[in-house]
Structure formats: C-alpha cells, structure tokens
C-alpha cells in the first residue's frame, strides 16, 4: 500500500514539474505576436460571443480548447491568460498521462512490470521531445523545416494528442479482437465484446474532431487503407473470412462516419463558408513538396533529424513495422501524412501556414509511440548479446538526445 501510494506521488510530482515550466511557456507565448497561443486569444477567443459565435466557428471550427478556455474564464471568472495556461497544461498533462499509461499496459500485456519511475521518465521524454536541430544545416529553424510531434507553441495540436492516442490504442485492440476471438486486449479488455468500444471509439474520434480535424485526416485514411488490404488478402485466400471481415469494416466505418460529417462541416465552414481567418485561403493541389520547401532546402535530411529516434528503431526492427497492427497502422499513417504534406495546400497568402503539414505531425506521434513501445519490448526480450544491448542502449541514447532538444525548445519559448 505504501508503495503505491509513492508510486502515485512520483507520478503527480512529474506531472506537476512538467505543468509548470509548460505553464510559464504558455505565458511568455502569449506576450508574442505572432506566436499561435496569442493569435488564438486575442484574435479567435473575442470572436465567439453571443452575436458573432458562428463567425468564430468558421475560423475555427476546432474550437475545444477555445471553448474550455472561455469556460474558465467566463464561469469560473478566471482571468483570460490564467485560462489559456491552465487549460494548456491540462491537455499537456492528460497526453502525460495517456503515455505514461500505454507504456505500463504494453509492458504489462508482455508480462513484464515496468517500474514507475521509469515510466514516468520516459512518458515526460515522450511529453516533451523535440527534432534535432543544428542551426547551421539548412532545415529551416527549430520547428518549421523539421517539424514535430510535439509542437507545443500550438494550443490545438496539444488538445488533440491525448484522443490521438487513444483512438490509436482502441484500434489496435479492436483489429486484435477481430481477428482472433482469443485475443486478451493490451490496452482495452476487448475480450469481453467489442460493442462498447466501437462506441468508445466513435466518442473519441469526435473528441480529436472538435480538438483539430488533423488526425482524423491522417488516421481514418490510415484505418480504412490497413483494413482494405487486410479483406483483400482474406478474399484472394479464398478461406471465407472475407464476408465476415466486411462486416467489422462496416462497423469501423460507422464509428468514424459522425466524425466525418463534422470533419466536412469544419471544411466547408473554413473553405467555402467565409472562414479560413479571414485570409484569401482556398484548398488546392500543391506541387511535389511545395510548402514544406518554403521552410526547408533540404526536405529528406528535415525528415531525419525529426525522425531520427523512430528511424532508428525502424532500421534495427523494421518487421515490426511490418508485420504487426500497431506498427503497420503507426508507419500507414506516417505515410500518409507525409504525402498530405507534399501535396496538399492552401492558395493566396496562407501557402506559407502549411495547415495540412499537421497531419504528417500526428502521424508522427503514432510512429514514435509505437518505436518507444517496441524498444522497451526488445530490452526486456531481445537483449541477450552485447551486440543486441548496444543496439538498444544507443536507441536510448537516440531518445535522450530528442529529450536535450525537447529542453531547449521549452527554455527557448520561456526565456526568448
């Protein structure tokens, strides 16, 4: 009982040091300009009263964590700032939470007890973790040009990561239970049925809708794709699992179709229906890499240094990636969000806020997820040779380095 109760400590003490020097980040951003956390504040935030809220929703049709902020600051009377931070922190600490959770039910579906300090440690590298950056190469500064899958200047990418991940997770358990009636969940006890979770899963993905429509637009792409292959294998081997396997298709379209239709809503409002902040912003086919070389001159050495950790873990293990569900959904939806950052854009004066760049960063969350998981999985598994625990020990030294950058990325938004 003791320990426990330590081990609840250790974990509510990381949280709160995370939460505060995020909190003063969140502060000293909104003394910037052109920062995101003040153009959502004091631009967006005033546009959602009484009489102009619809014009508000059509600049920002994702407007959770708008309207947990106004909530605070309108029912709780706490002042405006004090909200913005308060309600960042909180979707901070909630992805914290979600991390530090998958990292001890992976290891505990493989049977193995991951200590508490440990977990929390790497849930805070996970948190916080950012791109290599060396000022002197030429990939665009410490965020735009690399990218991340922690883009904590932004307010509603840090809402939408918690419900990113855990839609990641119910999927993963769900495939499990859909082929093999004896699959026990990792995540979810999915052995007791699967209807309550497809209404889970259709509660959450309306959830990471109203955060940010950037992850519906990478993952139920990268869902519908993994399945499609799947009932194609099942109908060329002729073993008539395919009928069956339609009908769970079926099911998992119907769990994204209420998401879809308020992804279309936010589309429409944003393109056709006045929003897009007011900008010139239309939707368009850019040519090959065309916004992502505004910021970078050297596209496939930005992709590196962001995904140097995943990578890594990809080049020494790439059959997991492969092969098994939560690293081919992970890598599908990487994929896929790379080639909407290549081709996809906005026309006039708004080419240059690379919007549909945010995708790719959620799937880059996905793939680092997985590479994380699955490094933990090789140490305790796979590291009977001195060869086998160097590969594993540099994979962390990898990890540390992305943590370092992470630091000073958080320095950077506090003190400049």
Not at 138 to 145: A, Q, V, W
Not at 160 to 169: G, Q
Not at 356 to 375: E, K
């Amino acid at each position: 009982m003791k320990q426990n109760k330590r081990n609840d400590l250790l974990i509510i003490f990381a949280g709160i040091v995370m939460s505060y020097f995020f909190y003063l980040a969140v502060i000293q951003s909104l003394s910037k300009t052109l920062a995101d956390y003040n153009g959502h504040t004091y631009v967006y935030l005033p546009m959602f009263t009484s009489s102009t809220w619809f014009d508000g929703w059509k600049m920002v049709p994702y407007c959770m964590w708008h309207l947990c902020v106004l909530g605070l600051n309108h029912l709780l009377h706490i002042p405006l700032e004090d909200s913005v931070a308060y309600v960042s922190c909180f979707f901070q600490l909630f992805t914290y939470l979600v991390m530090y959770w998958m990292l001890r039910r992976f290891l505990a579906a493989r049977g193995t007890v991951l200590s508490t300090a440990k977990a929390c440690a790497i849930a805070l590298g996970l948190s916080i973790s950012q791109s290599l950056y060396f000022h002197w190469m030429d990939t665009g500064d410490r965020f735009l040009g690399t990218f991340s899958m922690n883009p904590l200047h932004n307010p509603t990418h840090t809402c939408v990561r918690p419900f990113a991940l855990l839609c990641f997770c119910l999927v993963c358990d769900i495939w499990g239970k859909q082929k093999d009636d004896n699959y026990r969940g990792i995540f979810f006890q999915v052995e007791r049925g699967l209807k309550r979770y497809y209404i889970y899963l259709a509660i959450l993905l309306m959830l990471s809708s109203m955060a940010k429509p950037v992850f519906m637009e990478m993952f139920v792409p990268a869902v519908g794709i993994v399945m499609l292959a799947e009932w194609i294998c099942r109908i060329l081997r002729k073993d008539g699992s395919a009928r069956p396997y339609f009908m769970h298709c079926l099911w998992m379209l119907l769990c994204a179709a209420p998401s879809l239709l308020y992804v279309l809503l936010q589309f429409l409002a944003y393109f056709f229906w006045g929003g897009s902040y007011g900008a010139d912003g239309s939707f368009m086919i850019t040519r090959w890499m065309e916004v992502w070389s505004i910021f970078s001159e050297n596209i496939i050495l930005s992709i590196a240094l962001g995904m140097a950790f995943p990578l890594y873990v990809m080049l020494i293990d790439i059959r997991y990636f492969l092969r098994q569900d939560m690293g081919r959904l992970a890598l599908t939806g990487y994929v896929i969000g790379i080639l909407e950052a290549a081709l996809l854009g906005e026309g006039g004066s708004k080419l240059s806020h690379a919007d549909f760049i945010w995708p790719m960063m959620c799937g880059m969350l996905l793939v680092w997820m997985t590479a994380i998981l699955r490094l933990l999985d090789l140490e305790e598994t796979q590291t009977g040779t001195k060869g086998k625990r160097l590969l594993v020990g540099l994979g962390w030294m990898l990890f540390s380095l992305h943590i370092l950058f992470g630091i000073l990325y958080l320095k950077d938004m506090i003190c400049t």
